[in-house]
């Protein structure tokens, strides 16, 4: 199967997303490195977060076939700067994390990725109730066929 990186900024849930697809135990961890599953590598924040470490992302995004970039929905702010997703030669998929809390706004949220260059449609998810993960794994699903044929 071909790997799938993980961006987004501290606390957007990468580690829970990749938690909740891979059917583990969700538990907060601060991500300090680059941490290599045999599906996802998942990114600390601080990675987009830090300009001098953009370098990191590009690198590292060649070794997958996608790359997911989550943007925290209750976030007034975004940490990918204008057309960013442009700096890869892989497709860049947009998530939509933490849809359920009171403060969410998916439209601000919508506007941050498609601020970043990346095109809808997005994909929302809650780690609450576990919405928007079935469409996840069935991208899983698929990217896993095609890399067995």
Excluded at 9 to 24: F, P, S, V
Excluded at 40 to 56: K, S, T, W
Excluded at 67 to 94: E, M, N
Aim: with cysteine; hydrophobic share 40%.
């Amino acid at each position: 199967m071909g790997k799938i990186l993980l961006i987004g900024g501290i606390g957007a849930g990468k580690t829970t997303l990749k938690q909740m697809l891979m059917n583990e135990q969700v538990s907060y961890q601060k991500t300090q490195m680059l941490d290599f599953s045999n599906v996802f590598i998942d990114c600390p924040g601080e990675y987009l977060e830090i300009p001098r470490f953009y370098h990191v992302l590009i690198d590292t995004s060649h070794q997958v076939s996608e790359i997911w970039a989550l943007q925290d929905a209750t976030k007034k702010r975004t940490f990918y700067p204008p057309k960013f997703s442009k700096v890869f030669r892989k497709p860049v998929i947009g998530i939509i994390t933490k849809v359920d809390l009171p403060t969410a706004d998916i439209k601000q949220a919508s506007y941050y990725l498609n601020y970043a260059g990346i095109e809808e449609p997005f994909y929302t998810t809650s780690s609450i109730d576990g919405g928007g993960f079935a469409p996840l794994r069935m991208r899983l699903e698929a990217l896993n066929e095609l890399q067995n044929h």
